[in-house]
């Protein structure tokens, strides 16, 4: 199997990929990737098979349930479902690239915990990212912008993460306000 190189490189966008070997490169969580392997490896094998970033999870064949969603370019996107082709100079964020360098976390992650919106957890990740995705298209969302996230829970916390949203939609914009 071709190897897969992580490029030494960095945190933060303003800086290239290093030279190296031929291949396609990704910034993932703020650090450059070059993947040397198979084009149409699906991003979530890279990310979990390859970089051990294992937050991402399996859902299905056809991203079922959402549990498998990354922010591409800052959309929620099936890292099932998209080709490590289709990324070359894409900025990727998981679930692990949410808190920030310190490792104080996101206002939404803490709403979570805030809210009680963590069953066994295997949804959360996605649900997470769909809510970034949401919340940067809309400052309040409503139920019904909530609602319209493609993400299941199957431990029934569907009304808490509904909560937790919201908490972290008036806490993000408290901040902004401060
Ligand atoms: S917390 Fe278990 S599937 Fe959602």
């Not at 030494?8 to 040397?36: C, K, L, M």
């Not at 939404?108 to 069953?119: C, P, Y």
């Not at 916390?157 to 806490?171: D, E, H, L, M, W």
Request: glycine residues 12%.
């Amino acid at each position: 199997m071709a190897q897969d190189h992580a490029a030494p490189a960095t945190r933060g966008a303003a800086i290239a990929p290093v030279a190296g070997p031929p291949g396609i490169d990704v910034q993932i969580n703020g650090e450059y990737f070059r993947h040397t392997g198979d084009p149409e490896m699906p991003l979530l094998w890279y990310l979990r098979d390859v970089l051990r970033l294992d937050g991402t999870k399996y859902g299905g064949e056809h991203g079922e349930g959402g549990a498998d969603l990354v922010l591409v370019n800052g959309k929620a996107t099936s890292a099932i479902g998209v080709p490590m082709s289709k990324l070359a100079g894409k900025q990727v964020t998981t679930v692990e690239g949410l808190a920030d360098a310190k490792g104080v976390l996101h206002p939404l992650q803490q709403a979570f915990i805030d809210e009680d919106a963590i069953g066994c957890g295997y949804c959360t990740p996605g649900w997470l990212i769909a809510s970034m995705d949401l919340l940067n298209r809309r400052k309040d969302p409503s139920d019904s912008d909530i609602d319209t996230l493609p993400n299941l829970c199957r431990c029934g916390c569907q009304t808490r993460v509904r909560s937790a949203i919201k908490r972290a939609a008036a806490s993000m914009k408290q901040g902004a306000q401060a």
